[in-house]
């Protein structure tokens, strides 16, 4: 259904120039869909680099009553900038043109639409790291990792983006501009606006401005790769590294159907026969990491880790890492439909949650491939599917359920980094309880109380449920 009037659209035409608005079926066809799965067209698609024209767009919908959405690169894997009640989508990728390193104050200032991988460059051509580093940094946009709150690989270690943002401008659901934060490193000025805006999936406003904090590039770098004939001996060799004092940087792991995957689509030698591979890469001084990949070699094999391969240079380093980055192109090919899950449980429930999914996995018949930042007990288990299929898809709903019940019961989240969107919403109460819910409710309503801040996201709405067509 049509939300917006040929009386709008003049007004939406008045406001933006400086930018494009797009009304052809096809150019909004482009924007109706995600990482995840759905689509849903929206009536009109804005680009502009205008913050005050934003945010006059944003008085008109406001006024109106109509619901408008941010999006980045729409690489959400769980429904983040989808335009489900119609309505304007605002195509943020276009905001890229700031992109400053202050070596000074050790920050980079960036406009929402910069690619999180040219921050990473910038960064480091100055000796400095920006550490968020979601897998997705060369295609996501910054605007995007902030409004999911992205981690990554090195979140074990460095966290995740809301712990190197501290300050933002953003248009609020009633169309002012705000800052919030500012280059100090220290700020308690009143409440934290900054962190409730971080992760809000774009339901509290738009970001339109972002001040991250730098830090050191580690001088040096060793990465290590353990074989292992049992996935939960995989699990345990994880919460010993752990509690052995080595915090590794990345720490990933890929069970024995995403290692055959990208056997499959790319050969590169990957030990088919083993039920999992376990992925370390240490930073720091070089001399204490040739202490370090030893004693993590040795931790390994003593869980039963088959076989153990330290890179000897930086080709053989980027190789086996370049396998970690293959498994989700690797997977797609085996069957059309994907749904990646990021049930977070607590490190020390690793095992547990490892043997809960090969439960579900035998239980259901799915297809189940789990690899992720295993260091972070932030698994991803995805389920590769074919939506068409009524029958399979019918045991992938109980599978899907069932594995936020173990993350639950197991002390742990339903998301770690991919956010609620439209697909983990009709579980938020399973997680936070009634009166949690309410609060997070009573929140969005001060900020946006007409409701027009990408909604459908994060709380449930009646009827919805794993929409899988
Ligand atoms: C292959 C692959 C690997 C991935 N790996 C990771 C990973 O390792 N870690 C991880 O955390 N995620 C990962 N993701 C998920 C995804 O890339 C991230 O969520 C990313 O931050 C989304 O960025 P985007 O620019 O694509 O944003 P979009 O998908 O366009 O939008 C995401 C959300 O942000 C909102 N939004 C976008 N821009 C703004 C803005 N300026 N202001 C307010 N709200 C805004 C949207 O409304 C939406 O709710 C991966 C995805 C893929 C496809």
């Known amino acids: 259904m049509k939300v917006i009037s040929a009386k709008h659209l003049n007004e939406i035409h008045q406001i933006v120039q400086s930018g494009r608005v797009l009304t052809d ?54 429904g983040g900038p989808l335009p489900v009640h119609g309505g304007m989508v605002f195509d943020l990728s276009v905001m890229d043109d700031v992109l400053e390193i202050d070596e000074e104050d050790l920050v980079a200032v960036v406009s929402p639409g910069v690619l999180t991988a040219s921050i990473h460059k910038a960064a480091e051509e100055k000796g400095l790291m920006y550490p968020p580093d979601p897998s997705s940094s060369h295609v996501s946009t910054i605007g995007g990792n902030l409004a999911e709150n992205s981690g990554g690989p090195r979140g074990l270690k460095y966290g995740v983006t809301k712990d190197y943002v501290i300050g933002l401008e953003v248009i609020t659901p009633e169309g002012d501009i705000i800052q919030t934060g500012g280059k100090t490193v220290k700020n308690v ?10 992760g809000s999936e774009g339901t509290l406003g738009i970001i339109t401005k972002a001040i991250l904090r730098l830090i050191p590039k580690p001088p040096a770098t060793a990465s290590l790769m353990a074989e292992f004939i049992n996935l939960v001996d995989a699990g345990r060799a994880i919460s010993k590294i752990l509690s052995s004092g080595i915090l590794p ?54 869980v039963g880790a088959n076989k153990v ?76 599917c074919d939506k068409n299929d009524e029958d399979e898809m019918a045991r992938v709903e109980k599978a899907v359920t069932e594995i936020f019940t173990a993350a639950i019961e197991l002390g742990g989240t339903l998301s770690g980094e991919h956010g609620i969107g439209t697909m983990k919403a009709p579980f938020m109460e399973m997680e936070l309880g009634k009166a949690g819910l309410d609060m997070m409710k009573r929140i969005k309503e001060a900020w946006d109380p007409n409701h027009i801040m990408n909604p459908g996201k994060i709380f449930p709405e009646p009827g919805q449920k794993l929409e899988l067509k």
């Open 25 to 78: 079926e096809s150019d909004r066809y482009s924007y109706s869909f995600d990482g995840s799965f759905g689509t849903f067209l929206p009536d009109v698609v804005i680009q502009t680099k205008s913050v005050q024209e934003l945010a006059e767009l944003i008085k008109l919908a406001n006024r109106e009553g109509i619901p408008v959405y941010p999006r980045g690169q729409a690489t959400s894997l769980s």
């Open 189 to 198: 000025t009143g409440y934290d606006l900054t962190k409730l805006i971080v």
């Open 249 to 302: 940087s990345k720490m990933e792991l890929m069970d024995r159907a995403s290692i055959i995957a990208v056997e499959n689509y790319q050969p590169m030698g990957l030990p088919v026969d083993a039920e999992a591979i376990l992925l370390l890469e240490l930073d720091g001084h070089p001399l204490a990491l040739k202490d370090e990949i030893v004693k993590a070699e040795q931790l390994c094999m003593s």
């Open 309 to 384: 391969k330290i890179p000897k240079n930086n080709n053989e380093k980027e190789e086996i890492w370049k396998a970690r980055k293959l498994v989700s192109p690797a997977i797609v090919r085996i069957k059309p439909t994907k749904i990646s899950e990021d049930a977070t449980v607590p490190r020390s429930r690793i095992p547990d949650m490892c043997e809960r999914l090969q439960q579900i996995k035998e239980k259901y018949q799915i297809h189940l491939v789990v690899f992720g930042h295993a260091g972070d007990g932030n698994l991803h288990p995805n389920i590769i």
